[in-house]
Every structure is written in C-alpha cells, then in structure tokens.
C-alpha cells in the first residue's frame, strides 16, 4: 500500500482508558471503577437533555436538520453573535479539523504553546504541516511573538483555559497576542473549559464576542465538558461571517446526529445544570489543593474542570497511574507529553473519596 507520507510522522492519539477497559483486564466492577480522566462532567447529564434525547427516538429514521438551525439559534443568543457566525462540529475537535484543512498545507505551519491539546499537532501533521512550539507551556506574550516573527506560522493555537496543564492566560494576554499579529495569521481561541475559568475570575473569561471584531479570529467550544455532553460529541466555532462561510466547505452534511442535536439544544438552554456542576466542582477542587499542600507536592493553579499535580523525581507519573489503574482509578498519565505529571479530572465527592484512598496508598 503506497500511504500518504505524512502518516509516518503521526502518532495515534491516546485517549482516556475507558471503563470496559478496566473491567475487562483487572477484573473489577464496573460499579467501583472511577473514571477521572477525560474531564467528562462527574454529575452526567441535565434531565432536561435526558428528556430531549428520549423523547426524540423516534426520529432516529429521519437525517437531522442540516441547517441546524435550532441550535445555532440558541446559541447565538447565548453569545450574543448571529447565526452566521457559528459552526457545529461533531465536537470542537471536527471544528478544528474543518479549520487545518481549510488553512493549512505542506508548506505550512503552526504555532502552539510546549505542552496543550494533542490533536492541534495531529491534524497540522495531517495535512503535511510544520509544526512550532513555544519553550512554556504558559502562553507567553514574548514567546509567541518571536516565534511568530520567525516562522510567520499560518495558524496561531491560544488554548486557554490549557489542557492538559489548566493554567489559564487572561483575556488582555489574549487580545494582545491577537492585536499583534498580522490579518493573514489565523489565531484560534480553544475554551473548551472556559465556563470554569470565567467563573473562576472574570479576568479570564473570554466570549466569541470579545473577539468578533477580528477576521483572522475563531473561537472553539464544545459540550463535552460543563454541559455535560461528551458522549454526543458537539461543539462549535464562532468567527467572522467570511471564515466561516469557508469552513463549510469542509464540513461533511448531517454531521451532527439527531440526538446529538437535540440534546445539545436542551443543554444550551439549562443554565442551572452548569451552575451546578460548576459550584460542586469549585468544592471537590479545593479538597485537591489541600491534599497536595498536605502531602509536600506542587500543582497548577487550576481553571478547568481538573488539576495536573507535578511529581518530584523520586515519584514516577507511569508508575502511580499503572498502580491506580489496577485498583480501578482511571487518571492521565502525561508522560507522553514530556512531564512526570498527573492529570486528574474532578469528579463527585464519592468519586474523590476513592482516589485520594488509592493515590494515598499508591505514593508511600
Ligand atoms: C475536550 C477538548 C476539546 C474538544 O472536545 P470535543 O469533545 O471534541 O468537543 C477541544 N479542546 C480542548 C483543549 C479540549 O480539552
């Protein structure tokens, strides 16, 4: 088989181990394994979406409506945009997608901080693109700004707030990056986890609005974290009419199913749901910092739904996440992403209980 040369240099993404894993090879209960590693919401699901995703069921025969109008109506009053600004991908990860073949080819690249979202790089490599990173994993005005001057790289990556590191850049660091580069240089803005961050310190929160004024612009977000929607695989771009107008050439029809829809309509619309999941988890996080503080390790000041702890030498993050695996506690490891670190989403106060148990053990 003669495969496109650019597969030679990509490695498949790893994605959180899921819970039949877990089963299958250790043996344990479905019931007692604990999940803390896709940065899933720990509540599930608002009834509200529940209700929509049953009660159309009997729609499964029938494609979706492809102009997806309900939910882009949605959340254009949400945000404040129109519905021209906004596209639906089956999670921001197709928006992202529809945006690298859109912009880039092998001449191309891209700019990204040391350490973020893994498929920035994927889908770069995909279309045979260089790929350039800063020295910190923070988004540091001088490091981008040099690299930019030296690569002039086609698209900018700002993830804020950062995964897998959940450190946050605020909203003026954003806009100067963005004021400071030149209109041929996409600059794509990924919060993925803002809801957290904005109701951490409204220096971070970030809207699509805040940034409709530039065309070289695009905002990601998705439902698969807050609202509590990552089986259904939704999420959005929201940018200038004309980028986005281009990215539908991209997208293939139906790409959101039916169900899908459905429930990401009824999400957009239950506030309280996200007020909820954001209010336990502002709780459960600060039993994280505390138990790092206790135990004589540091961690990333947090602005997502999960907390990256930073291990000293004489502790292994491979080992600590093979041993809690065994006992059920799925965490992520981030040694492939160069760092002795444990990347652990915070779940219900049952769920915490169980790891900090295990981990407790696990680190003696
Ligand atoms: C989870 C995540 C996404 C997208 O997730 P989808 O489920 O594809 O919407 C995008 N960016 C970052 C940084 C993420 O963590």
Known sequence: MRYNKVLEDIKIYEAGKPIELVVREFGIDAKDVVKLASNENPIGTSPAVEKAIISNANKAHLYPDDSMFELKDALASRFEVKEENIIIGAGSDQVLEFISRAVLHDKASVLMSAVTFAMYEIYAKQMGAKIYRTASYEHKFDEFMEAYRMYKP??????????????????????????????????????????????????????????????????????????????????????????????????????????????????????????????????????????????GFSYIDSYTNFITYLLEDNMDSTKIADALLKRGVIIRNLASYGMNALRITIGTKAQNDVFFKHFSEVIV
């Open 154 to 295: 086609e698209i900018i990556y700002l993830c804020t707030p950062n995964n897998p590191t959940g450190d946050a850049t605020s909203k003026e660091a954003v806009l100067e990056i963005i004021t400071a580069v030149d209109k041929d240089t996409l600059v794509v803005v990924d919060g993925a986890y803002m809801e957290y961050a904005s109701a951490k310190d409204a220096k971070y929160a970030i809207t699509p609005n805040d940034l409709l004024g530039f065309e070289n612009v695009i905002y990601l977000g998705t439902f698969s974290k807050a609202y509590g929607l990552g089986g259904m695989r939704v999420g959005y771009g929201i940018g200038q009419q004309e980028f986005i107008s281009e990215l539908y050439k991209m997208r293939p029809p139906f790409n959101i199913s039916t169900l899908s829809l459905a429930a990401a309509i009824a999400a957009c619309k239950d506030d309280d749901f996200v007020a909820e999941s954001i209010a336990l988890h502002q709780e459960e996080i600060q039993r994280y910092e505390t138990f790092a503080k206790e135990n």
